[in-house]
């Protein structure tokens, strides 16, 4: 069974700039979640997707980022200025069963942005 | 506040040692616990969970958890450390009702010593 792919693995830009992060679930996952992790923290919810609609979006900057996971399926993160404090790496998992406390999240192996 | 405490950033064992990990919560009700590891370049992985019943946790690679309540931790053990257990490893809780979101924990990140 494939796992959670994500891609750049890697992106450095300037602070103002743009960036896209692309995530491509396990089949089959109803629920896709997006997380930043800063250097030394753990990881922090920035929203949360149940098929293509959003479930929780509570910490996502919304003044500056965007998601949107079109069809069900993958799910795009945009940044937009970018800030040197969005240097992170962003994880993004899926589940099965949306809604489910016993679920598992799956990971993928992240996205490191550096902003300079 | 809802906060999950790992209050080891580094630890460092000699292979074949045991290993304990430390993780406390600070929540309204007993949530659901989990322990991640994260490999360098990985995601992470879910090596436990406790939702309920049998407060000692059997996990993946060796791993198992003791839940205690009246601590409110949720520490992870392994008998004998083997290198390539060397990682991160993050604490992680989620509420048992309302919106299901993950609280972690800061990691704690593991040296093996051959």
């Known amino acids: 069974e494939a796992g959670v792919a994500q891609s750049p693995r890697y992106k450095i830009i300037e602070k103002r700039q743009s960036v896209a992060f692309w995530c491509n679930p396990i089949s089959g996952h109803a629920t896709l979640y997006w997380y930043q992790q800063i250097l030394g923290q753990g990881p922090k919810l920035l929203i949360q997707f149940q098929n293509n609609g959003v479930v929780d979006d509570s910490q996502l900057p919304k003044d500056r980022f965007s998601a949107e996971r079109l069809k069900g399926v993958d799910s795009t993160l945009k940044i937009q200025p970018a800030k040197l404090e969005d240097s992170a790496v962003y994880l993004c998992?899926?589940?099965?069963?949306?809604?489910?406390?016993?679920?598992?999240?799956?990971f993928g192996p992240g996205t490191r942005l550096t902003v300079l | 506040a809802q906060s999950v405490t790992q209050p080891d950033i580094h630890i460092t064992v000699s292979e074949g040692a045991s290993l304990e990990l430390r993780c406390n919560y600070s929540y309204g009700a007993t949530p659901y616990l989990f322990w991640y590891v994260q490999s360098p370049g990985q995601g992470l992985q879910l090596l436990l969970k406790?939702?309920?019943?049998?407060?000692l946790v059997q996990g993946i690679k060796g791993f198992e958890a003791e839940f205690k309540r009246s601590q409110s931790s949720f520490n992870l053990r392994k008998p004998s450390v083997h290198w390539s257990d060397a990682a991160e490893y993050f604490c992680a809780v989620a509420p048992r009702s309302g919106t299901y979101k993950y609280i972690f924990g800061t990691g704690t990140r593991l040296k093996v010593l051959a």
């Open positions: 406790y939702f309920s019943g049998d407060t």
């Open positions: 998992a899926s589940s099965l069963v949306a809604g489910v406390y016993t679920d598992t999240q799956y």
